[in-house]
C-alpha cells in the first residue's frame, strides 16, 4: 500500500463547474496535509494546508480532512481553465517532518 | 534572492560520471528536502535534513545515491556512477517546519544521463 495515494486522472470538468480531488493516506498518526499545484514544467507551489478534522476554506478552494477515515480532499469551486494542472496531495509520517507526496491528479478544466 | 536555489538548472551527463547538484535553502529554514521528479511522474521522496539531527535518507534509491548538509545552509546531492534511469528533475524545498506551513520550492535541478 502506497503511503500516499490519488487518482492519476485526467479530471476534467468544464468551466464553472467544483472539481473535487481526493487523497487517502496510510500513516494514522499523520498530522500535516498540504495541497499542492504543479503546473507542467514548473515546481509545486501550496494551494492549502489542513490540520485539524473539518474543512478550511480559501476562496475559491476548500481543503477536507477526514482522519478517521484516513483521507483529505480539495475542492475547486468555479473551475476556470487556468485551474488546469497537476494536483499533489502531501502527507507527513508520524510525528517528523518528513513529508511524502502522491502522485498527483491531473485536472483539465474545458472552457 | 530570497527563494531556494538551485543549480546547476541543467545537467547533460555521461553515463558512469558523477555529479553534484546544489541547493541554497531559504535563511532561517531548519528543514531541508530533495526529491526526484521522473517526466510524468509524481515527487519521489530521497531525504530529508532537520536541523542539526541525523538525516532521514529511507528514500535514497542506492548507495550510488548521497547527500551532505552542513548546519543549516548549503545542501549537495551527490549521485555517483550515473544510470539513465537517474534522469529526472532534482527538486530541493526547504521550510521552517511543517507546523508552521509549506515547504518552498527551487525550480529544480534537470538531469539528463546519456
Known amino acids: 500500500q502506497k503511503e500516499v495515494e490519488q487518482n492519476s486522472g485526467p479530471l476534467s470538468v468544464p468551466e464553472g463547474a467544483i472539481a473535487s480531488l481526493n487523497c487517502t493516506y496510510s500513516d494514522r498518526g499523520s498530522q500535516s496535509f498540504f495541497w499542492y499545484r504543479q503546473y507542467s514544467g514548473k515546481s509545486p507551489e501550496l494551494i492549502m494546508s489542513i490540520y485539524s478534522n473539518g474543512d478550511k476554506e480559501d476562496g475559491r478552494f476548500t481543503a477536507q480532512l477526514n482522519k478517521a477515515s484516513q483521507y483529505v480532499s480539495l475542492l475547486i469551486r468555479d473551475s476556470q481553465p487556468s485551474d488546469s494542472a497537476t494536483y499533489l496531495c502531501a502527507v507527513n509520517t508520524g510525528n517528523t517532518d518528513k513529508l511524502i507526496f502522491g502522485t498527483g491528479t491531473r485536472l483539465q478544466v474545458f472552457p | 534572492g530570497a527563494g531556494v536555489s538551485q543549480s546547476p538548472s541543467n545537467k547533460v551527463t555521461e553515463k558512469g560520471k558523477d555529479v553534484e547538484l546544489r541547493c541554497d535553502p531559504i535563511?532561517?529554514?531548519?528543514?531541508l528536502y530533495w526529491y526526484r521528479q521522473r517526466l510524468g511522474q509524481g515527487l519521489e521522496f530521497l531525504i530529508y535534513f532537520q536541523g542539526n539531527s541525523a538525516p532521514d535518507k529511507s528514500g535514497l534509491p542506492s548507495d550510488r545515491f548521497s547527500a551532505e548538509r552542513t548546519g543549516e545552509s548549503v545542501s549537495t546531492l551527490t549521485i555517483q556512477r550515473t544510470q539513465q534511469e537517474d534522469s529526472a528533475v532534482y527538486l530541493c524545498?526547504?521550510?521552517?517546519?511543517?507546523?508552521?506551513?509549506?515547504?518552498?520550492f527551487g525550480e529544480g535541478s534537470r538531469l539528463t544521463v546519456l
Open positions: 524545498a526547504s521550510s521552517r517546519g511543517l507546523s508552521y506551513g509549506e515547504l518552498f
Open positions: 535563511s532561517g529554514h531548519t528543514a
